[in-house]
């Protein structure tokens, strides 16, 4: 851990370097600027208003009584607020970073299919949130809030992970073969 002025941290990864022999550095780092902040919320915003838009029309589709106003949606006799944790940003990070891994483990020599591949994550991430959501808005109009703000609550969430990221695996094994027959790869 290297903390404090550049020439400190300086020295700290130097030290952590020579130390490991790592020929690798990955540097992650807290930000507390309001400016960042906001940015942030910004950006939450429109996938908040997004998945609750579309949870919203699937929900109207299969015959639920629903309303939304923003990002809070009305079922039956529950108001449910999609928070900034629905907004689909933090599976999008790690959908993302597990999903470079292993189009990087599998696709390193083809920079083009890595790229085609790298573009497949926002869309799977953002779809599978729509249906987390959807999930929980159906668990809180059978089961009862109690229910859907629980363990279901975060069992929807790691299953809808793991969802998505066995969508981008299959993506991969769909398409590579076309790639590959047309000299792509």
Not at 17 to 28: H, K, L
Not at 148 to 169: E, S, Y
Request: aromatic residues 12%.
């Amino acid at each position: 851990r290297a903390v404090g002025s550049p020439a400190t941290v300086r020295a700290g990864i130097e030290a952590f370097v020579e130390r490991t022999g790592a020929d690798e550095i990955v540097v992650a780092g807290a930000v507390h600027d309001p400016a960042a902040h906001r940015r942030s919320l910004a950006l939450t915003a429109g996938l908040k208003t997004f998945v609750s838009w579309a949870a919203t029309h699937l929900i109207d589709w299969m015959g639920y009584p629903v309303a939304r106003i923003g990002v809070t949606l009305y079922v039956a006799q529950f108001q449910l607020l999609v928070e900034d944790a629905c907004s689909g940003m933090n599976s999008i990070v790690s959908l993302t970073s597990v999903s470079l891994f292993y189009i990087y483990l599998l696709h390193a020599t083809s920079w083009r299919y890595a790229l085609f591949l790298t573009l497949w994550i926002l869309p799977i991430a953002i779809f599978a949130n729509v249906i987390r959501v959807l999930m929980l808005v159906l668990i809180t109009y059978h089961l009862g809030n109690e229910a859907a703000q629980g363990f279901l609550h975060n069992t929807a969430g790691m299953v809808m992970f793991v969802i998505a990221l066995l969508g981008i695996f299959a993506v991969d094994r769909l398409l590579a073969p076309v790639f590959h027959k047309k000299g792509w790869m």
